[in-house]
């Protein structure tokens, strides 16, 4: 049998009339930095920090974060790494951060909204990152998840200016975030789609549900108009938007996020080479033509349908 080899990206991410497309790994430490480097990812989109500090009953120390992050920066050297400060949460939760009983953690005291019930986290945070990446040679970009109002992006980029980190971002994973995007890229320098629990809210319906995969779709033509809401906010206000959930590992899926206006995908790093090949099959017009039809679909299923019968050769 054939060995099988490791497939890794050639270039950078663009469609076949050469649209560039940013195309970055997910990473949750710093051995899948590593690995993502290997691959050949352009940078990193999403790096989890809170799953370096899971389980843990005591805050991490300023030291302890500085060595992780400076680790995962010092993967991509003169690359830009997006650190996503923690997101606790029911599917991540984090003991030193005890909320308490919740009667529903998803739509609880999680993600940004912990910082302000403990905002010297958040200041002990930004201190590490700052000071991570001064001491490392990698573009570093910070974003805030679950960002829920504009109040809450302006407040997340001032802290994050105090700390002299220059391109605060915010993760739009709420639909609230994805219909006001142009307000709060007002503020915010760019979106980062989280297309899992955009979806999720959505949809109402608990990303954790495999009874309810149908529903936890992002094919689902009401997540695309979020989206695509998304990237008019930032289309008005001259910010990048990329999605860094699973929807971005699609190919098929892929192609309709570059034509609703999408300039980075992020993705597991086994997922890069197909959907660079997919998108190097495509024309950013073809791109725009089947974000056209999605859009129209009544069904997450037709759309679906509709895309794939266009572009055949996608999955
Ligand atoms: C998302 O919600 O799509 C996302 C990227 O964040 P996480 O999966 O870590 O919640
Ligand atoms: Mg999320």
Request: net charge negative; charged share 20%.
């Amino acid at each position: 049998a054939a060995t099988a080899r490791p497939r890794v990206l050639t270039g950078p991410g663009r469609t076949s009339d050469g649209h560039p497309v940013q195309l970055l790994a997910n990473v949750a430490n710093p051995e899948q930095a590593l690995l993502a480097a290997e691959v050949g990812a352009e940078g990193v989109g999403l790096f989890r920090s809170e799953f370096c500090f899971l389980g843990r009953e005591q805050a991490p120390s300023r030291a302890e974060q500085v060595d992780a992050y400076r680790q995962v920066f010092a993967a991509f050297p003169g690359r830009k790494v997006v650190i996503r400060t923690l997101d606790s949460g029911a599917d991540k939760p984090l003991p030193f951060l005890s909320m308490g009983y919740e009667e529903n953690p998803a739509l609880g005291l999680r993600g940004l909204r912990t910082s302000a019930r403990w905002p010297e986290l958040l200041d002990e945070q930004l201190a590490a990152i700052a000071e991570a990446s001064a001491a490392e040679d990698a573009t570093v970009w910070v974003m805030a998840p679950m960002v829920a109002t504009v109040d809450e992006a302006e407040d997340f980029v001032a802290a994050c200016h105090r700390h002299g980190l220059a391109e605060p971002g915010v993760m739009v994973e709420v639909p609230s975030a994805a219909l006001l995007s142009g307000q709060i890229l007002a503020h915010a320098h760019f979106a980062s789609i989280g297309t899992n629990d955009l979806t999720q809210y959505a949809m109402a319906a608990d990303r954790l549900l495999g009874s309810l995969a149908h529903l936890s779709d992002p094919w689902q033509p009401a997540v695309l108009q979020l989206i695509a809401s998304t990237c008019a906010g930032g289309a008005q206000q001259g910010r990048p938007v990329g999605v860094c959930g699973e929807a971005a590992s699609h190919t098929a899926l892929a192609t309709v996020l570059v034509g609703l206006g999408v300039s980075s995908l992020s993705m597991a790093p086994r997922a890069l080479p197909d959907v660079a090949a997919a998108l190097g099959a495509v024309t950013l017009e073809e791109c725009r033509t089947v974000a056209r039809i999605a859009l129209a679909a009544s069904s997450a299923h037709d759309a679906r349908a509709a895309v794939r019968a266009r572009l055949p050769q996608l999955d």
